[in-house]
């Protein structure tokens, strides 16, 4: 077998913590004397790959964030909706005590403009709702939409997801 092969058949890790660390763990060990041995024969091929694989998976996690974090007007939006729940959370719980005062004014946003403005973090904003959803359906559509978004053309992305969605709405509508 090669190393991916009883990496993924195995389930085999490699122990980050403890007094087990740098050792690897095989959750589901193989019946078969002759396979053991072939683990312990590739051992440290088999590190080597998981640290590779952990090496490449924090780097893409990275280059996402990345890549989120440069689309225009995001940090703004993301801000204002921010401020605006933060005033009203305080807005609310002032209720319990002195009915609404010393709350101050409630922060002007005009989200629509914002929205028009900065289309690509409109999408961004609108796929990770779907994406969140606790429909498994639904956050499969919005997951593929917000990678579109985030990686390629946020306009095409959007037409699918609203596409997808209109579909799973006439496939259910009777649930």
């Given at each position: 077998m090669t190393i991916k092969e009883l990496i993924e058949k195995y389930d085999i890790e490699l122990v980050t913590a403890?007094?087990?660390?740098?050792?690897l763990f095989i959750p589901r060990p193989p019946k078969d004397?002759?396979?053991l041995e072939e683990i312990k024969?590739?051992?440290?091929?088999i590190i080597e790959f998981i640290l590779l694989r952990e090496k490449e998976e924090k780097e893409a996690f990275e280059r996402r964030n990345q890549l989120?974090?440069?689309i225009e007007g995001l940090a703004e939006i993301t801000n204002a909706r921010e401020a605006l729940a933060e005033?009203?959370?305080?807005?609310n719980r002032s209720f319990?005590?002195?009915g609404g005062l010393g709350v101050g004014p409630k922060p002007e946003y005009d989200f629509e403009e914002s929205y028009?403005?900065?289309?690509?973090?409109?999408?961004?904003?609108?796929?990770?709702?779907e994406a969140d959803k606790s429909n498994y359906e639904i956050a499969s559509i919005g997951k593929k939409a917000l990678?579109?978004?985030?990686?390629?053309d946020y306009e095409k992305a959007m037409r699918e997801m609203e596409e997808e969605l209109s579909k799973f709405t006439e496939r259910h509508a009777w649930d």
């Open positions: 403890g007094a087990n660390k740098g050792k004397a002759s396979v024969e590739k051992r440290e091929k989120i974090s440069q005033w009203q959370a305080a807005f319990r005590d002195v028009a403005r900065y289309p690509r973090a409109a999408a961004y904003l609108k796929a990770k709702k990678e579109e978004v985030i990686f390629g």
